[in-house]
C-alpha cells in the first residue's frame, strides 16, 4: 500500500520561505520521478515541480520558475520543494505523487493528506 505523508506547510508573509517534505512509503522509491502538485479553493490540481528518479532532471511550472527548488533523498524516500519568494497566488493544499513528465503517474490514486500553504499579503 502506498503511503506519501506531506508536511512542512503553514503560514508565511509574501516573500518568506517554506520547505515542504514527502515521506514515501509501500513503492520503490527510487524507481520513480516524483512530482509536487496543489490545489487552490475551486481550483483544479495543477502541476508545480517533478524530479526523475536520481535527481538528474528537474522540471517547474512557469509560475514556480526561479522561486522553488524540487530535491530528493532516495536514502530517506523523501521529496523535498524548497519555496522561496512565495506569493499569496502560491496559497494552496500541496501534495507529492509519482509523475510522469509533468502529469501524474497514469493509474496513481493513493494521494497523501497534503499541506496547507497559506501565503498572506
Known amino acids: 500500500q502506498v503511503q506519501l505523508v506531506e508536511s512542512g506547510g503553514g503560514l508565511v508573509q509574501a516573500g518568506g520561505s517554506l520547505r515542504l517534505s514527502c515521506a514515501a512509503s509501500g513503492l520503490t522509491f527510487n524507481n520513480y520521478a516524483m512530482g509536487w502538485f496543489r490545489q487552490a479553493p475551486g481550483k483544479e490540481r495543477e502541476f508545480v515541480a517533478a524530479?526523475?528518479?536520481?535527481?538528474?532532471?528537474?522540471y517547474y511550472a512557469d509560475s514556480v520558475k526561479g522561486r522553488f527548488t524540487v530535491d530528493r533523498d532516495n536514502a530517506k524516500n523523501t521529496v523535498y520543494l524548497q519555496m522561496n519568494s512565495l506569493k499569496p497566488e502560491d496559497t494552496a493544499v500541496y501534495y507529492c505523487a509519482p509523475s510522469l513528465g509533468s502529469s501524474v503517474l497514469p493509474n496513481f490514486n493513493s494521494w497523501g493528506q497534503g499541506t496547507q500553504v497559506t501565503v498572506s499579503s
Open positions: 524530479i526523475v528518479w536520481n535527481g538528474g532532471r528537474t
